[in-house]
């Protein structure tokens, strides 16, 4: 870490008041100022970083790859600076390019970017940028089922490699002085929207970053909370950290709350300067902003062609330098000379590395815990699949209670068997579609805030679900085994749980892919059961391997549950087992061996079977991880 850092400055955080005079009550504002320092004396050092980006243009392909239509273009030749202790507000009417600046400023997307963007001076290296920044995006992607101490920990233990006193006295400051130590033991799903928005700031706050980002961080907010958000974005800049945010249109309040403003339209930068210059320079233009109008509503008026198409002269304008001109001259004639020669320190390098703050094995221990926690106290995910392994279990062995051992009732039999394959299937497959769904806007954030490597994430995200696929299995077939009476030998009762097992976590496995390469949770959840269909037909069941078309066998060969169904067959009905019990007078499956010839499986080997089922389960895990890392690109 840098052991220069920006010095302390006073950071108020206004808060609002009753004093009673001898006229009656009146509201008034008492500054609380509190030094950097004194609120936040555990986080660790870092130096100041200044922003800068010359020439930048942002085009993207209109039309799907197979019918081209051309580029279009999203930025247009933006150039600005970005210095540190200032909170900098990126405006503009909807569609204007402010998410898209935010980006490629973040280093989210490069792809179709061209032009320059520098810090402290040099070429940006966007992996060390990445660990010297973060990104707070519009929505609050929280885990819910962690609680704000947990939450906070967690990021500790991923982002600093100090002792755990150290961590937990730097967790108590960020929450103390963020509001938040009161809800500490709150879960995430239980915070409002003001509170999630505050702890989504300390979770990124926590390695003291001297950049961040914030997209739309009022959305959805009240008056209130908005101020509460803006004043501590302010506060956070003037403890020498350079904080950059997109906002639609602040009150006159929070506009004034803006030490700078990047103004766009149509893509192009129509205004760049502090607050107070605004007015002034609209003037030079003749535009004229109405009295006790909003300042901000008015530019945005302006943009939008609510006074005519003006955008060109402001375009022109900016261009032309008249922008830096009357900022420059508004700022001299009030202030001392020097200060807009030294507004932004060029000194200030920052030293960081590429790598992790913590080990590959660090990270995937502490996100192993994280997901294993909160699974256990996901009422769906868990609990619920516990409670109807169980339910279905004693519904089964009740159904198909003692026909185990009898020789007419083989089809019955063979039908229980395949069902618990489709069954452990389908309990295993459907809810692990949901876990990437759900938590990929968690993963994306954290992974590109440079929290964990991908492949600490995914290790510890499949190992963690990999117990309750092995629990449910067990408890499933410890039920039905014995209630339907199957061969009392511990031997094929070990291979039955065995086999069901590995079903199990081959169907996770694809639970897995499917959602990893889903676009959304609707998609996953009709791709899953889709998948399912050739799957189980040709597990040999429905139809005998010999009957299969010749352009279709290779089909069966794809299907994980052929093998399952096979290995249980030659399980229950193999290994040289006696002959079934006949309560009548002829039964035409009396030898075990019959079963076997009847579904084609008396070529088949148990240890093939569990090999191929291994190989399954490798090769869907790999292909999953290749489909998370592909998407981490495409999302640039």
């Known amino acids: 870490m840098a052991d220069k850092t920006a010095e302390p400055e006073s ?108 810090v ?64 500490a033991h709150t879960r995430t799903s239980s915070l409002s929207g003001g509170q999630c928005k505050r702890l989504a700031i300390a979770l990124e706050l926590v390695n003291n970053p001297p950049v961040m980002f914030f997209d739309e961080p009022t959305s959805g907010l009240d008056s209130a909370s908005c101020y509460q958000v803006v004043s501590l974005m302010r506060s956070l800049a003037l403890g020498g950290r350079t904080i950059i945010c997109t906002i639609h249109q602040p009150s006159a309040k929070l506009f004034e709350m803006f030490d700078k403003l990047y103004i766009l339209s149509q893509g192009q930068c129509i205004y760049k300067g502090t607050v107070p210059c605004l007015i002034p320079y609209l003037k030079t233009l003749g535009l004229h902003c109405p009295t006790y109008h909003n300042p901000a509503d008015f530019i945005i008026e302006v943009a939008s062609g609510e006074y005519g198409d003006l955008n060109p002269v402001l375009f022109e304008a900016v261009q032309g330098g008249l922008c830096a001109l009357a900022e420059k001259k508004s700022l001299c004639d009030k202030i001392d000379p020097s200060v807009c020669a030294t507004k932004c320190p060029k000194d200030s390098e920052p030293i960081e590395s590429h790598s992790f703050a913590t080990s590959t094995l660090t990270q995937f221990c502490i996100i192993f815990t994280r997901t294993f ?34 020789a007419s009732k083989v089809f019955n039999n063979t039908g229980f068997l395949f069902f618990s394959m489709l069954f452990i299937m389908f309990g295993a497959l459907m809810p692990t579609i949901l876990t990437f769904p759900l938590e990929m806007s968690v993963f994306l954030r954290e992974h590109l805030n440079y929290w964990y490597s991908l492949k600490a994430y995914y290790l510890a995200k499949t190992m963690a679900d990999i117990p309750f696929q092995v629990i449910c299995p067990i408890l499933y077939c410890s039920i039905v085994y014995w209630m339907t009476e199957q061969p009392p030998e511990a031997s094929r009762y070990l291979l039955f749980v065995a086999l069901s097992t590995c079903i199990a976590l081959v169907a996770q496995s694809l639970g897995l892919l499917v959602g990893a390469a889903s676009s959304s949770l609707q998609v996953a959840t009709f791709v899953g059961p889709v998948t399912s269909i050739p799957v189980l037909l040709f597990s040999g069941f429905f139809i005998n391997f010999d009957t299969i078309p010749s352009y279709l066998k290779w089909s069966s060969y794809v299907s994980y549950v ?74 640039r």
């Not at 992996?127 to 962690?146: A, G, N, V, W």
């Not at 609990?383 to 026909?403: E, F, P, Q």
């Open 120 to 183: 402290n001076g040099k070429p940006r290296d966007l992996r060390t940028f990445r660990k010297m920044s973060c990104y707070i995006m519009q929505e609050d992607m929280l885990l819910p089922h962690l609680t704000v101490q947990e939450a906070m920990m967690v990021s500790a233990n991923l982002k600093l490699n100090e002792t755990v006193d150290v961590k937990n006295k730097l967790v108590n400051e960020i929450l103390t002085a963020l509001g938040l130590l009161e809800c």
């Open 562 to 635: 052929r093998y399952g169904f096979e290995g249980v067959i030659l399980s229950i009905y193999g290994m040289n087992r006696s002959e079934l019990e006949c309560p009548g007078n002829a039964c035409k499956f009396r030898k075990p061996e019959e079963v076997i010839q009847l579904l084609d499986v008396e070529d088949g080997k148990l240890y093939m079977d569990f090999i191929i089922l291994g190989v399954f389960f490798l090769i869907l895990r790999l292909a999953t991880y290749l489909v998370l890392r592909y998407r981490v690109k495409s999302e």
């Open 11 to 118: 950071a108020s955080i206004p808060m609002e008041e009753t004093t009673v005079c001898n006229g009656g009550a009146h509201m008034k504002k008492v500054e609380n100022h509190i030094t950097e320092a004194q609120r936040f004396s555990h986080l660790p050092k870092r130096s100041a970083v200044d922003l800068q980006f010359t020439d930048v243009s942002y085009t993207i392909q209109e039309g799907p790859c197979w019918r081209k239509r051309g580029f279009k273009a999203l930025l247009k030749c933006l150039s600005g600076r970005f210095c540190s202790r200032e909170l900098i507000g990126i405006m503009g009417p909807s569609g204007a390019g402010k998410s898209t600046l935010m980006n490629i400023l973040a280093g989210y997307r490069e792809t179709g970017m061209k032009g320059q963007i520098l």
């Open 373 to 406: 926690k909160t699974t256990c106290r996901d009422q769906v995910l868990t609990h619920l699949r516990l409670m109807s392994h169980i339910s279905i279990g004693v519904l089964i062995g009740l159904l198909y209670l003692n026909i185990g051992n009898d």
